[in-house]
């Protein structure tokens, strides 16, 4: 593998200081040794304790390092004092992790792939083990757009890898395991309130109770209005009849969130409905520039039913079933001429079921399960609302049916392996089958190492292959075909000293009838197809240490290089080196906080072929806790030392870089009652 020299100037002096902190945890007295008397760790310390572990890599709970998969895991502290407010966010600050912003939707990019057009449909989102992707898009929102206020998050487990093995589409190149709290955690009734640049200002009460012998029961409800940066300056729409490249109010961003949760012996039905307006300004698809009726409105939610039981010491069953429905409102003003508002609506609506069950026995443990899912409706409507014109009435219905089991063997007493396979039906694009297969060997105690290989795939949603704006600016594509994806992944996990942690990963991807947008040539329309097949390698490196103390600290790179395999040229928004630190610093014992993050991420090519500069980002984040009884408060800087950058557009859009927001700042107060 031809791994280029990071440029890296800028980054220097705090990659100094970082590796200097992380290392000198050679010394220092670690959080999580056995002979610590745990009546002398916080609260935070013991909470470091339990997310050791991880129930999504093999849908029950097991070790991170008996995990087929490399993973990380964020808590709610780390949320607190790192100062995030969505998942994308989060996301930002995880080894190999690419986050493109398009002022409308953010999107994912994982190991340096993240291609124009995708909506993060490669990256499975479960809530509580429910599919958070919807029908029509398969889309994962991560950002203001993500179906949970993410204070209600208790912990997120990053499993990297492709897992159809157990999980079926669109687990191709990660899943993200959300982890909700429960009525404990939020002890009664909390509310809290920001105030952010640009106008916005947020709101949220969540209430929880544990009654005795009884149900434990969560609601809560957030808002949050923006009006967003009020002028933007595209020099692409630089002319006296575009208001000269600015465009005003066109920015703001609307959302709430509502969810609920009772569970009660060995039930729990849990729901959610969240809504998000979003105003566009960068006039995609050949829209009216400086029109702030350029807008989507985005719906989902859910109600799921879950039963867990334990059948004897070594077994135990699980069943659930769900309703979700999703609902998307575009409006895109065109002039053909006259002015009008064109309309994309999309609504779907789905119910499914799964069963699953698992046993010990011997040196196995094995899991098993069926899953279905019926598409009762999966509409895509385009029209001109004055004078009115339709272009697209599109109404399906489709289903799925799923078989999948896993056995973790334990070969030796330092040797496991790990074989899984599912099997998945479609009813409009046929079948798929997935296996994946670890060896988790310790050589050690403190050494584990982990060699992986899975496919994964991915069908074509309705909207890549059905949707239409009547050949305006795209048209449809009924034959495209599912992608698939073959990993090969080398893990080492080594606990240096004490607490000191070193992850080392290598990978090979090889993708295979990838799905993206592209122009034809033919007729200049907007379509998806299948383009061909992509190799990426890459390596991730990750230093992790904890303090007695509550100090902490993590470093990570990854390079990563992303090819066509017909071209042999470098992908599109793909960066092929990361640099990230992240470090907490206990400013007053355990009352108040200081978080650091660092980011680097190295150019990327653009769509026209030009380059996205590198960029290097700082937050900073104050937090206090039990200086007032029950009150936290935090106050963030974002982009510390306002650096101009941009991500690369797509190709419904005209700019080739759309530039980010620069320095912006909130306060947050949360208080319990």
Known sequence: ??????????????????????????KSQAVVEEQTNLTELSIENLMELRVQTVSGASKFEQKVGEAPSSVSIITADDIRKYGYRTLADILKGQRSFNVTYDRDYARVGMRGFNLPGDYNSRILILLDGHRANDNILNQAFVGTDFVLDVDLISKIEIIRGPSSSIYGTSAFFAVINIITKNAKELKRVEASGEAESYGTYKGRLSLGNNFKNGPELLFSGSYRDSKGQQSLYYKEFDTPSSNNGIAQNCDYDRNYNLFSKVSYDHFTLEGTLSSRTKGVPTAYYGSIF????????????????????KLGENAQIMARFYYDHYKLDSSVPHDYPPVTINKFIARGEWWGGELQAATTFYKNKLIGGIEYEANIKQNQNVHDIDPYFGYLDDKRTSSRWALYAQDEIAVTSNLILNAGIRYDRYSDVGGSVNPRFALIYNPLETMTLKALYGTAFRVPNVFERYFSDGNLTTKTN???????????????????????????????NEIKDQIAMETDPADGLLVYRNRGAFTANGIELELENTWKN???????????????????????????????FNLTIPVLQDRIFAGLEEQYTSTRKTLAGNRAGDFFITNLTLFSQKLVPGLELSGNVYNLFDKKYGDPGFKEFVQDVIEQDGRTFRIKLTYRF
Request: with cysteine; charged share 25%.
């Open 550 to 580: 509550d100090l902490k600290a993590r470093i990570s790179y990854s390079y990563q290089e992303v090819t066509n395999d017909n071209t042999h040229e470098w992908v599109p928004n793909s960066p092929k080196h990361q640099l990230k």
């Open 1 to 26: 593998m031809n791994i280029q020299l990071i440029n890296i100037k800028k980054a220097a002096p705090a990659m100094a200081c970082a590796l200097l902190l992380v290392f000198a945890a050679g």
């Open 478 to 508: 009924h034959d495209l075909k599912p992608e698939h994806i073959r990993t090969y992944e080398l893990v080492l996990e080594q606990k240096l000293v004490e607490n000191l942690r070193l992850s080392a990963s290598g990978f090979h």
């Open 290 to 309: 400086n029109d702030s009726r350029n807008q989507n409105v985005d719906e989902r939610g859910y109600l799921d039913l879950k039963y867990e039981n």
